[in-house]
């Protein structure tokens, strides 16, 4: 069982920077692979970027690249989000996932991590406004 907590949203101006935290509590959080989703206001939840255990190993959605970092400190149970160069359009609800990814668990590709019905854990979300 894995308990996810989102912080760091706010209202930021085109242009300006946020870091989203996502913070991890239960057992072997080093066995998960992190995703970020986000739902704009009428739209469908989409796929941000991923973080497999191994922290080097990411994935990002086109849009974000470039702007959006993600990396994972096991440590402190915790997976952040870089977010620079925001833009009106970045603005939803942010919202983290877990999903297995322990040394057991067969590695069938990117697909599975970019899907948000194959993650197990989410957290509540947390608001990221973007003004013009």
């Known amino acids: 069982q894995v308990q996810l907590v989102e912080s760091g949203g706010g209202l930021v101006q085109a242009g300006g920077s946020l870091t989203l935290s996502c913070a991890a509590s239960g057992r072997a959080f080093s066995d998960y692979a992190i995703g970020w989703f986000r739902q704009a206001p009428g739209k469908e939840r989409e796929f941000v970027v991923a973080v497999r255990r191994a922290a080097y190993s990411t994935y990002y959605e086109d849009s974000v690249k470039g702007r959006f970092t993600i990396s994972r400190d096991n440590a402190k149970n915790t997976v952040y989000l870089q977010m620079k160069y925001l833009k009106p359009e970045d603005t939803a609800v942010y919202s983290c996932?877990?999903?297995?990814?322990?040394?057991?668990?067969?590695?069938?590709?990117?697909?599975?991590?970019?899907?948000?019905?194959?993650?197990?854990?989410w957290g509540q979300g947390t608001q990221v406004t973007v003004s013009s």
């Open positions: 996932a877990a999903q297995s990814d322990g040394p057991l668990v067969r590695w069938t590709g990117w697909s599975k991590l970019l899907s948000q019905d194959e993650y197990d854990y």
